[in-house]
């Protein structure tokens, strides 16, 4: 029987999506791969763009539910690891992150859908490096493809363990085939495969939209290939899903609650820019008098910083954890508590003639407490520099006494900041990987 030519085209936006066909039915496989930090199993969206990857998903599975013509026929987790650690540490590691991602998808997913999961737990996924290392042009390839094909997992004599795998590809050419690998290969080791495979049934066209929350920026595009030659009982059309990324955005809002206590109101943004760097900026402004008394509390000025962002705890935003910084701050101030005054910069001065400056190294931390709130502890060594001018009130006018020049180098910055996380993907997951 000779299958009609079958014509196919599906724009998911918020165009309408139009099909013929007879009798005729198309499928289609959707893969992603999640992949987690070493000796890990909580779900981190910042590592390797897993929340592109995540989102994909999840756009993916929003499309087959706002049309009954999409049906599920198999969807599959398959989790790994990597050789470091011990047999029974990775077989419970994979087993951790297929569990991991298991509950992520189940609390996203529709009840129906959560149903038709199934997983593997593999532990270390041997057949991935081998192959990865047949596609590669590593030193003395030929022979880690030795042993990694032809010595077992284990090799037993008289029932006693006596060598293994992992134990031959440490030991070969001292160690260095093993050090490449654990650059180049290991990471994309540690990962959860997730695969769904649906098909797409529909025996007479039909006009069918997606809801009104999707445009085409936010739905994955599916694009119809043909496969075989046309008007042949092999001709079959396959769709090809595209996500359309979604770059994360990462973002906080802050306010040292040290300038608050001594009332000077504050305020910073920081922005991450990836690979752990981010640019921050502080503004701070008192302006508080009190003439009766000669008390004056003035200070605004503001500060840039660069930071470098280390050791990011397990879950936690890419704005959290250890971090180094430079920063410069500009300011002045004019400090009086009924008597003697400072006043930095020239009397009457441009905004420029009044100001100090500030460049210095900072050490931090940031420590994750909700879901999308951090402290920032802070500590910094700067030199200060800067004209100052000292005076007495008398008779309502300021009597100055002498000028100086500030040259100053130590610690002088400190704070414990309240900062709001903001952004795509930007958040602290919770213990066990969930959100």
């Given at each position: 029987?000779?299958?009609?030519?079958?014509?196919?085209?599906?724009?998911?936006?918020?165009?309408?999506?139009?099909?013929?066909?007879?009798?005729?039915?198309?499928?289609?496989?959707?893969?992603?791969?999640?992949?987690?930090?070493?000796?890990?199993?909580?779900?981190?969206?910042?590592?390797?763009?897993?929340?592109?990857?995540?989102?994909?998903?999840?756009?993916?599975?929003?499309?087959?539910?706002?049309?009954?013509?999409?049906?599920?026929?198999?969807?599959?987790?398959?989790?790994?690891?990597?050789?470091?650690?011990?047999?029974?540490?990775?077989?419970?590691?994979?087993?951790?992150?297929?569990?991991?991602?298991?509950?992520?998808?189940?609390?996203?997913?529709?009840?129906?859908?959560?149903?038709?999961?199934?997983?593997?737990?593999?532990?270390?996924?041997?057949?991935?490096?081998?192959?990865?290392?047949?596609?590669?042009?590593?030193p003395h390839k030929d022979e880690v493809l030795l042993i990694l094909k032809n010595t077992p997992e284990w090799?037993?004599?008289?029932?006693?363990?006596?060598?293994?795998?992992?134990?031959?590809?440490?030991?070969?050419?001292?160690?260095?085939?093993?050090?490449?690998?654990?650059?180049?290969?290991?990471?994309?080791?540690?990962?959860?495969?997730?695969?769904?495979?649906?098909?797409?049934?529909?025996?007479?066209?039909?006009?069918?939209?997606?809801?009104?929350?999707?445009?085409?920026?936010?739905?994955?595009q599916i694009v119809p290939v043909p496969m075989g030659e046309p008007d042949s009982e092999d001709s079959v059309?396959?769709?090809?899903?595209?996500?359309?990324?979604?770059?994360?955005?990462?973002?906080?809002?802050?306010?040292?609650?040290?300038?608050?206590?001594?009332?000077?109101?504050?305020?910073?943004?920081?922005?991450?820019?990836?690979?752990?760097?981010?640019?921050?900026?502080?503004?701070?402004?008192?302006?508080?008098?009190?003439?009766?008394?000669?008390?004056?509390?003035?200070?605004?000025?503001?500060?840039?910083?660069?930071?470098?962002?280390?050791?990011?705890?397990?879950?936690?935003?890419?704005?959290?954890?250890?971090?180094?910084?430079?920063?410069g701050q500009i300011f002045t101030y004019d400090f009086e508590v009924g008597g003697r005054g400072y006043m930095?910069?020239?009397?009457?001065?441009?905004?420029?003639?009044?100001?100090?400056?500030?460049?210095?190294?900072?050490?931090?931390?940031?420590?994750?407490?909700?879901?999308?709130?951090?402290?920032?502890?802070?500590?910094?060594?700067?030199?200060?520099?800067?004209?100052?001018?000292?005076?007495?009130?008398?008779?309502?006018?300021?009597?100055?006494?002498?000028?100086?020049?500030?040259?100053?180098?130590?610690?002088?910055?400190?704070?414990?900041?309240?900062?709001?996380?903001?952004?795509?993907?930007?958040?602290?997951?919770?213990?066990?990987?969930?959100?």
């Open positions: 029987m000779t299958i009609k030519k079958i014509l196919l085209f599906c724009t998911l936006s918020v165009c309408c999506a139009t099909m013929w066909a007879d009798e005729d039915k198309v499928s289609d496989t959707f893969t992603v791969e999640v992949y987690y930090r070493q000796g890990s199993y909580r779900l981190d969206p910042a590592y390797m763009d897993n929340q592109n990857r995540l989102d994909s998903l999840l756009r993916f599975f929003r499309v087959l539910s706002s049309d009954s013509i999409f049906r599920i026929n198999h969807f599959s987790i398959v989790s790994t690891a990597s050789p470091e650690g011990s047999f029974l540490f990775n077989k419970v590691l994979s087993e951790k992150r297929a569990n991991n991602i298991r509950n992520y998808l189940v609390e996203r997913l529709s009840a129906e859908q959560a149903l038709m999961i199934t997983d593997k737990k593999l532990g270390i996924d041997w057949d991935n490096l081998r192959d990865k290392v047949e596609r590669s042009n590593m090799v037993v004599k008289d029932g006693v363990v006596v060598d293994s795998r992992k134990k031959r590809l440490m030991d070969l050419f001292g160690g260095s085939c093993w050090r490449y690998m654990e650059k180049h290969f290991f990471p994309e080791l540690r990962r959860s495969f997730v695969e769904v495979q649906c098909s797409v049934v529909n025996r007479f066209p039909e006009q069918r939209t997606l809801p009104e929350t999707d445009t085409l920026e936010n739905c994955p059309m396959v769709l090809t899903v595209q996500p359309q990324p979604i770059t994360p955005f990462y973002m906080a809002v802050k306010t040292n609650l040290l300038y608050d206590i001594m009332m000077v109101p504050n305020a910073g943004v920081e922005f991450y820019f990836g690979k752990g760097f981010s640019v921050g900026a502080n503004w701070m402004y008192a302006w508080w008098k009190n003439n009766v008394r000669h008390r004056y509390w003035r200070l605004y000025g503001g500060e840039l910083a660069i930071r470098k962002y280390i050791g990011r705890p397990d879950g936690g935003s890419p704005l959290t954890g250890h971090h180094l910084g430079i920063y930095g910069g020239k009397p009457g001065g441009t905004l420029w003639e009044k100001m100090s400056y500030v460049a210095g190294v900072e050490y931090g931390y940031s420590l994750p407490i909700l879901r999308r709130l951090n402290f920032d502890f802070v500590i910094g060594l700067e030199y200060w520099g800067g004209t100052y001018y000292e005076y007495l009130p008398e008779d309502n006018h300021y009597v100055w006494q002498q000028t100086k020049q500030r040259h100053w180098f130590g610690p002088t910055k400190a704070e414990v900041s309240l900062v709001w996380l903001l952004g795509r993907g930007n958040y602290n997951m919770k213990k066990g990987g969930k959100q």
